[in-house]
């Protein structure tokens, strides 16, 4: 899974925030402001990747469990998927 093109991410003051551009503007009118570790995963995202794959890197950069990581990129993996920004 990829993040679908068109949304695009850029931090500012200390965050990150995505937004759809192009034809993605058509699925998602809105703005997203992430936390450090949505930040992380969305990154993640950018490059083709699977969900286990994004918990492990989880587990070595923050102090946090498998179990917690992976359920906690299935989160935000399902919340991007609600408004069409991942790319199976």
Do not use: W
């Not at 695009?8 to 402001?33: C, N, S, W």
């Not at 969900?51 to 993996?77: G, P, W």
Request: aromatic residues 6%.
């Amino acid at each position: 899974m990829k993040l679908k093109k068109g949304f695009v991410t850029y931090e500012t003051d200390g965050e990150q925030l995505m937004v759809a551009a192009g034809p993605a503007a058509k699925l998602f009118h809105g703005m997203i402001r992430s936390n450090e570790t949505a930040a992380f995963i969305v990154n993640k995202l950018k490059n083709e990747t699977t969900a286990e794959e994004i918990a492990e890197s989880l587990c070595s950069e923050y102090d946090v469990d498998s179990d917690t990581a992976l359920r906690d990129v299935n989160s935000i993996i399902d919340k991007l998927r609600s408004i069409g920004a991942v790319d199976e």
